[in-house]
């Protein structure tokens, strides 16, 4: 199992946090499988991006689930690269967590400056 952290089809689910954060999991089709995607954010702060994809190629769709949400907290925003050679797994990813803000009761288009 291939789990990573960084600080629609499938089931979501969202839970309160501390100081206004919500967290939300969503699931999406990567290009080698399913990706569960768990977001945590406030309306202003996505604070948190774990992912656990197990079927997605290594040093592709692998190397996404582990750059992206880094990207994605340290630049507070949804507008980053994707993976080159990992186009699906990349844009499952963002959408995914797109879907989480949405779904936390929060605007995407404030994190898509």
Do not use: H, Q, W
């Not at 050679?85 to 803000?101: D, P, Q, R, Y």
């Amino acid at each position: 199992m291939l789990t990573i952290t960084a600080c629609s089809s499938g089931a979501a689910t969202t839970t309160a946090a501390a100081g206004g954060s919500k967290t939300e999991t969503v699931t999406k089709k990567g290009y080698g499988g399913d990706l569960v995607v768990k977001v945590t954010a406030s309306a202003t702060k996505i604070e948190k991006i774990e992912i656990e994809g197990k079927d997605e190629t290594p040093n592709l769709g692998a190397t996404a689930i582990v750059y992206l949400p880094k990207a994605i907290v340290e630049k507070n925003s949804l507008r980053v690269d994707a993976t080159a050679g990992a186009t699906v797994t990349s844009e499952a990813v963002l959408a995914a967590v797109e879907e989480a803000i949405t779904k936390m009761g929060f605007d995407p288009a404030a994190f898509k400056k």
